[in-house]
């Protein structure tokens, strides 16, 4: 009896720990299933945003914004500016839309260009034909540029040494600076550029002495400069002088010889 009870009861024992057991494997399971149908709609999800985000599987080129487009078109409008020849576009609208000038006018212009024409002549008799101007080159522009800065702001004896071309050698072995009058006024107009081998402290040597170095000045006979003295050659003081005068106003000359007038009437 013992032994058919203990029989039973394990039996009973074995089939609630089989129930429990399945209990739990179906437990088990549907969470498993349940896990698979969570991961399979967020796949799915992700798959429909995915298609939602990129559209363009073709690799169509999409269209250009409207406010791109004006932009573009304008930044081209204004580069294009840059290149355009006002100046030939001014001179076609000019000679299209200006009358031209009337028959009397161009008479007159004829004439002008005659008298002038004439005057020309008169200068060139002896057989000398004018020459053709020539052209600046880069050189010669920038040395003319450097000569005009120091004729405006260098000191006197710097213009002088520059624009000075003869040298005189005394017996006693010293030297003295010379301007000619072309010297003197190529030092005084802008423009005009030193010849070439000539220049700060580069003279041409001269003898008074010598008839192979007579100077050709085509001065007249009652010129200021032979009333300087040096045969009409200028000194460094005469330089001076001549800068002060050409520099002073008209009153203060009027003044100064008053001055003059009467510091005579005084002492005399």
Same mark, same amino acid.
């Given at each position: 009896?013992?032994? =058919?009870?203990?029989?039973?009861?394990?039996? @009973? &024992?074995? +089939?609630?720990?089989? =129930?429990?057991?399945?209990?739990?494997?179906?437990?088990?399971?549907?969470?498993?299933?349940?896990?698979?149908?969570?991961?399979?709609?967020?796949?799915? %999800?992700?798959?429909?945003?995915?298609?939602?985000?990129?559209?363009?599987?073709?690799?169509?080129?999409?269209?250009?914004?409207? &406010?791109?487009? %004006?932009?573009?078109? *304008?930044?081209?409008?204004?580069?294009?500016?840059? +290149?355009?020849? #006002?100046?030939?576009?001014?001179? !076609?609208?000019?000679?299209? +839309?200006?009358?031209?000038?009337?028959?009397?006018?161009? &008479?007159?212009?004829?004439?002008? !260009?005659?008298?002038?024409?004439?005057?020309?002549?008169?200068?060139?008799?002896?057989?000398?034909?004018?020459?053709?101007?020539?052209? &600046?080159?880069?050189?010669?522009? @920038?040395?003319?540029?450097?000569?005009?800065?120091?004729?405006?702001?260098?000191?006197?004896?710097?213009? %002088?040494?520059? *624009?000075? !071309?003869?040298?005189?050698?005394?017996?006693?072995?010293?030297?003295?600076?010379?301007?000619?009058?072309?010297? *003197?006024?190529?030092?005084? !107009?802008?423009?005009?550029?030193?010849?070439?081998?000539?220049?700060?402290?580069?003279?041409?040597?001269?003898?008074? @002495?010598?008839?192979?170095?007579?100077?050709?000045?085509?001065?007249?006979?009652?010129?200021? +400069?032979?009333?300087?003295?040096?045969?009409?050659?200028?000194? %460094? =003081?005469? #330089?001076?002088?001549?800068?002060?005068?050409?520099? =002073?106003?008209?009153?203060?000359?009027?003044?100064?010889?008053?001055?003059?007038?009467?510091?005579?009437?005084?002492?005399?």
């Amino acid at each position: 009896m013992l032994a =058919s009870r203990l029989t039973g009861r394990l039996i @009973k &024992i074995q +089939f609630a720990r089989n =129930s429990v057991t399945r209990v739990s494997s179906y437990t088990t399971l549907q969470n498993a299933i349940e896990a698979r149908k969570e991961r399979d709609e967020r796949v799915a %999800f992700r798959m429909i945003e995915s298609k939602r985000e990129y559209r363009n599987f073709g690799h169509r080129p999409e269209k250009a914004p409207r &406010i791109t487009k %004006f932009y573009v078109s *304008f930044i081209a409008f204004i580069m294009s500016i840059a +290149f355009i020849d #006002y100046p030939l576009i001014g001179k !076609t609208i000019y000679h299209k +839309f200006v009358p031209k000038v009337d028959a009397a006018s161009q &008479i007159e212009v004829k004439a002008e !260009t005659k008298d002038h024409h004439d005057e020309h002549t008169d200068h060139e008799e002896g057989g000398k034909k004018k020459k053709k101007r020539e052209k &600046i080159g880069f050189r010669d522009r @920038k040395i003319i540029e450097y000569e005009n800065r120091m004729r405006q702001y260098s000191t006197p004896d710097k213009v %002088f040494r520059y *624009f000075a !071309t003869l040298q005189v050698c005394h017996p006693n072995g010293d030297y003295e600076v010379f301007m000619t009058p072309d010297d *003197f006024l190529r030092s005084m !107009t802008p423009g005009l550029k030193q010849p070439d081998g000539l220049g700060l402290d580069q003279y041409k040597r001269y003898d008074p @002495k010598s008839m192979h170095n007579k100077l050709e000045l085509e001065l007249e006979k009652d010129s200021i +400069f032979y009333k300087l003295g040096s045969s009409g050659l200028i000194t %460094f =003081s005469d #330089y001076i002088f001549l800068l002060t005068v050409l520099s =002073s106003e008209y009153n203060h000359f009027v003044c100064h010889f008053n001055l003059i007038t009467l510091w005579i009437d005084v002492w005399y």
